[in-house]
């Protein structure tokens, strides 16, 4: 796999400002301008980024140089430390979102600080689950990468392509974690960064990945190899999630639908969405954790993290963001999120049901 450089960087410049697939581009922004002007849930939402970037915009960057989350219980202070630092994700998305919809250039100067005090600071070590949080600040660079200065550009897409190369490097064929959702997690942020820098290495290594983690991953009778090893919809969830976002942009940027191809298989992302939809709905239950082979489910149980205990009944708002995400696809599953999470949690609204909507008009 090349590794960009400083000045593969430079000589993609013009390339870069171009494609949007990752973040919304300016004709969709015009579109959730219009969704929000006659959608009161779509505005209050939104209100509730403005909120955020308006905050963000007094307040200072606090990146790590390492993110930690992944294989450590709830309280070290390692993973402490990182949920900390991780605001700034939310911060940055904020930022973006109310700049271009607001055009305030104070959003767009803040988030600039932001993205490159990250850019300067942080170091990938090739840990999809730890790389999964760095969504929205891609999400974000993808939205202003245009109206950013070329050495802002280099320093960013530098970072960011620090992190495709080592997941990329740690990806080992043959072991659990090529296969399981940390390769759907691997895939999702080498993909979305390929776009976002506009990268064709990146953005093969995602495509053919996906292609083959359909496969491998997901069952041809919807269910998965993470639900069978954890025996947890919560892992059915957290597999199919990263390869939905996946098959969003792959569907923006290049017209094909990588949702509902099936694989030699006879495996699909919808066929495991459909599968999913039971035990979200409410008609099927499932005890979580029972049969898990995995021994940090244990480890979490018994450090008091009440969702991993065994037995735990799975909660149907968790299984809400991946119906969100499967909308993209199938706007059957947009009334079914909306009903579901109104009775579970009065006011609940989905954003995802709203960016759907933009990339969709």
Known sequence: MKKLTLLALCTLFTLVVKAQYVGLNDKEIQNLKTRMGSDAD????????????????????DPVDTIRTEGLLAGNPKKTATTTALRDMKKMYALAIAYKVEAEK???????????????????????IDDTNLDDAIEAYDMVKANLKPDERVLISRWLAQAADAEIKTFTPGKITGTNNWQSHRLKVVGEIGFAIDNADYQKFAIEGLKKQIEVNLYADGSGMDFKLRDALHYHAYTLEPLLKLAIVLKRATGIDYYSMRSPAGSSIKKSVEWFLPYVTGEKTHREYVKSTEKFDGERARNGEADFKPGTLFDPLNGLKTLALAAYFDPKYTEIVKTIGSRTKPGYFDWQLVLNSAEKN
Not at 45 to 58: C, E, F, P, R, S
Not at 118 to 128: E, L, M, R, T, Y
């Open 42 to 61: 779509a505005m209050r939402y939104y209100n509730d980024y403005h909120k955020l970037a308006d905050q963000a915009v007094n307040e200072n960057p």
């Open 106 to 128: 104070s959003y767009l100067q803040n988030l600039k600080t932001y993205l490159t005090a990250w850019a300067k600071v942080n170091v990938s070590k090739g840990d999809p």
